[in-house]
């Protein structure tokens, strides 16, 4: 075979490296003795059911649509992409429930809505001008190392889905894997 | 040949998948019958013209400089990187202009300018210190995922750049397209 | 060997493109005059030293410890994930220092602490939940283009921790790099 596979550095802190080699095969001992995979992609829309107003941690319900498929990845990129201008994806604490309700607090502090509001863009209700800024505040997407077949996040974050508008809805998340 | 190709699974919801195998060629009856493309990396920079301070709907214009090659990748994630720090990028909602203007008024609002501001980064004029702030609070770089060819954002997503600078420049962006 | 390697094509602006074919050897004759490498990952978790309360430019501390990686890639995008989430990465200028301290004075006018604070989450301290709201605001990742093994940032870019607890900690980031 002709492709060189993943080869482990140490050093501290470790690299775990991998490369693709382009040798041709009498000047690559390795490749008979380490096979191993190549790079991979996988891609998928997943849906969120509709949440009420507000921030929710959603880290149990995205990994039971992508966990198979994760756990197939050594190493690589996790990209969540949220297909909507009304509500965003963000990372944050993940243990007490206060957090995410401070966090909806600061964001109606912040960005007024109703009479006292100054948006031209009213047409879809009071909660829709707000929304749209809310949204691009947090972002609509997130990208999380993958290691070891899990997403690699610090013990404290989760991934959150905050819902801006009033009318819950349900939220389309392209999911997009992409490693070795 | 040596690499096998694009492979498809079917489930609900199907997840596009491929894999560059190592194995030799012996354990690889597919190879032959479907040879299909290998991971692809492309990278290029792009000159966004001049745009007057506020928010402004560039889809098109990015679209214009990356279709062909983008219309290459079947699965894959396409990064968008402002080299600026007075301007900014974010995906928000592509059809009503009024949205881009209530944004920029939320902007204006939350970022004080002018005699009632506190900073003390004043030499490049007033403008300057908040447009720093406002660069940081939407980001200066986008991914968005890559399927069958096209940006896969929802209906109603567009790409803007924000100019948080009174004087107009062109700005520069850097574009990689990875995928296959 | 059956790999195609890394070609470019110069149009203006002009793209680095690289595909890693899996056309069998008899229909690829340029494989065996340029063989060039083929995709790379390289993964590791380097710890950012204790930072005061504000924001920090630490584009030269990140350097030291991926440089050396770095500069094994010709075009890929670097990702950098903040494993906390009272802090945050993002990228802005890097020159005049007031900058640094002007964004501190409006993460805190916006976000507000003590007892005029409407938090319910306050167990850790008065600067923790402030701390959560500024991570969601500037965010915990940052992706950025490589280009001939360096990161492609414009002129006055740079990458800043922002360090949102009084109490100075250690900070985790999880570096993956992906490229040819």
Known sequence: ML???SVLFSSKPAW????????PVDTNPMAATV???????AQKTITLPPHRRGCHLVTSQILKEIR???????????????QHTSASLTINENYDSDVRDDT????????????SAPWKHTLEGPDDMPAHIKSSMFGCALTVPITDGKLNMGTWQGIWLCEHRDAPTARKVVVTLNGI
């Open 3 to 5: 492709m060189q596979s």
């Open 16 to 23: 775990v490296k991998a490369q693709y080699s382009t040798s």
């Open 35 to 41: 096979p191993g995979p190549g790079p991979k992609w």
């Open 68 to 82: 198979p498929d994760l756990s197939e990845f050594k190493c690589g990129l996790a990209h969540l992409f949220l």
């Open 104 to 115: 909806e607090t600061f964001l109606n502090k912040i960005v007024p809505e109703g009479r």
